[in-house]
């Protein structure tokens, strides 16, 4: 089976790699960029049968850094 | 306007990151990980009526180097 992780950093969490892109992308010419956070996608190929909550402990122990970011799941 | 861009390694393209995170996951004690790939979302928070042309023009010229990352644009 395969799992998708999203781990963004949380609101209110400064993202300087997200503004050097906006920054980068107003240099070449590109307008009416208002905003962009930079996040991680982690593709996981698994045993078949792994739980849901056996992902989310790889998330809280390893993936994301749960004080400063958050993380979705997804089965695909 | 919100849009997201998803990047990831092609197929074939080393991904010293994701063989990393594998290596990790298996220390701590999970079992049966396969396979981990690592990629990077990027949320773009655009001005209303930006083209779908014109996110990809950002992706060629600035998001996703061609050469071996993939990349895929949905509009949110």
Known sequence: MKAKVHVMLKNGVLDPQ???VKHALGS???????GVRQG??????????TSEETINEMC??????????SYRVELV
Chains 1, 2 share one sequence.
């Open 40 to 49: 991680k996608v982690i593709e996981l190929d698994l045993a078949d049968g």
């Open 60 to 69: 809280e122990k390893l993936l994301a850094n749960t004080v400063i970011e």
């Open 18 to 20: 997200g503004e050097a």
């Open 28 to 34: 070449l010419g590109f307008e009416g960029v208002e």
